[in-house]
Nanobody
Framework: VQLVESGGGLVQPGGSLRLSCAAS????????MGWYRQAPGKQRDWVAH???????NYANSVKDRLTISRNNAKNTLYLQINSLNSEDTAVYYC??????????WGQGTQVTVSS
């Protein structure tokens, strides 16, 4: 599976952003998908996960502001981020879990929150 993120950029504090992750390849083998993020100088942290049937889980620190969703017909994963603040500045990576091949990663998309 190949994953390509998009939708990152420079956003003012308090703003919103929707990230996308387009999947191609052996998409029929994908089960769960999700997002991690890595802030400058920090480790990569898990953010959210969605199963093939749409069940979701979020990191406690972000669950009130983030919404993960997926459009299986378009093979695309989304992450809506609201009320952005400086702590959301990070590179956001999507992943896809396949039964046979394990986890695949996208290349990441930069989100910068600044006035």
């Amino acid at each position: 599976v190949q994953l390509v993120e998009s939708g990152g950029g420079l956003v003012q504090p308090g703003g919103s952003l929707r990230l996308s992750c387009a999947a191609s390849g052996s998409i029929f083998n994908i089960n769960g998908m999700g997002w991690y993020r890595q802030a400058p100088g920090k480790q990569r942290d898990w953010v959210a996960h969605i199963t093939k049937d749409g069940s979701t889980n979020y990191a406690n620190s972000v669950k009130d502001r983030l919404t993960i969703s997926r459009n299986n017909a378009k093979n695309t994963l989304y992450l809506q981020i609201n009320s952005l603040n400086s702590e959301d500045t990070a590179v956001y990576y999507c992943y896809a879990d396949e039964i046979k091949y394990g986890r695949s990663w996208g290349q990441g998309t930069q989100v910068t929150v600044s006035s």
